[in-house]
């Protein structure tokens, strides 16, 4: 039985993805969160042979919630599950801990097919994920600007261009609100900017937002 752990800020994709495991014998959800705060606590005292993670959630994001998780439960099996399909999001996700990386374009059979993988200690990648890499390393791809940024950056970036504010995320993060800001100027100076509209608008450049939320 492969137990499995769902965490989404969307319960309407938690229900979707809960139904699809279901339906497998050897699946069993132990477990739903609606964030990353949620997801590290309960891990604190308990376990999954599979979390999968959505990386996109408001406050502690997937990517500081594996890096978390990971660091207490090494060996912690961990499937991001996105909408983000741009470099440096899965290189960042890996290297946090995460196993596996699968897109929200993924079909239900692939879905079960990296579950199983993952469980049994393998490393899952999208294939279109894994082929962007292969041609980004082969070709003169314009290198994206995000790659320079540390996973704090990153994730604050997410979270500006998501619409927080600075007291927001300094409460989500339990870092101080000057605290935040050098963060906030810091990855405005590694991305040659000068303020949160240039941050959305090159974000959307690169592909790193979801535009269907705008």
């Known amino acids: 039985m492969i137990r499995v752990y769902l965490v989404d800020d969307h319960e309407i994709v938690r229900t979707g993805i809960r139904r699809i495991l279901e339906d497998e014998k050897s699946f069993k959800v132990v477990g739903e969160a609606p964030d990353g705060e949620t997801a590290v606590q309960w891990s604190r005292d308990n376990e999954a042979d599979i ?31 996105t909408i983000q399909t741009e470099d440096p999001f899965p290189t960042k996700v890996m290297q946090a801990g995460a196993s596996g990386y699968l897109t929200k374009n993924a079909s239900p059979p692939e879905m079960i097919n990296a579950i199983r993988q993952v469980a049994h200690g393998q490393r899952y990648l999208s294939p279109e994920i894994a082929q962007k890499i292969a041609l980004n390393q082969v070709t003169n791809h314009e290198e994206n600007p995000f790659s ?67």
Do not use: C
């Open 51 to 81: 979390i999968l993670m959505d990386m996109n959630m408001p406050g502690m994001g997937g990517l500081e919630a594996t890096k978390k998780i990971s660091r207490y439960r090494p060996h912690a099996r961990i499937i991001v599950l």
């Open 148 to 214: 320079a940024l540390s996973e704090r950056e990153l994730q604050i970036m997410m979270m500006i261009t998501n619409g927080e504010k600075v007291n927001d995320i300094s409460e989500r993060l339990n870092l101080s609100p000057k605290t935040v800001n050098s963060y906030r100027y810091r990855l405005f100076s590694k991305l040659d900017i000068n303020g949160d509209v240039e941050l959305t608008r090159l974000a959307i450049r690169y592909k790193m937002l979801d535009t269907t939320q705008f």
